[in-house]
């Protein structure tokens, strides 16, 4: 026998379905997009870095260049955590949404 949901639980799934549906591969993209620049940035750091190793240039250019990518390689990997979690929850939720559906047939 299965519970009924309640107004928030019914609208919090299907918020997550859409998204699912529609927004998902837009943060996909978005995400991959933090992770090339973060990489660009952190490599570009080093090379300029290692050509102009005795330059004072290349200190002023190390710290904050590589807080930069180190940051956007950041924000890509909890996205990526996020997206993958919430496909998980949206997966699990279409597999009871059709379970619910048979049952009741």
């Known amino acids: 026998m299965a519970i009924p949901l309640n107004k928030k639980e019914k609208d919090f799934m299907r918020k997550m ?39 004072l240039q290349s200190l002023w250019l190390l710290l904050p260049g590589y807080i930069i990518g180190i940051l956007l ?8 955590v996020r997206i993958k979690e919430r496909r998980k929850y949206a997966s699990v939720m279409r597999k009871i949404l059709l379970n619910n559906r048979k049952e009741r047939a």
């Open 17 to 55: 379905l859409k998204w699912d549906q529609k927004k998902a591969s837009f943060e996909v993209i978005v995400n991959n997009i933090f992770l090339t620049v973060g990489m660009l940035v952190t490599l570009y750091v080093a090379y300029r870095t290692f050509t102009t190793l005795n330059d």
């Open 73 to 80: 390689l950041s924000i890509f990997i909890v996205g990526d």
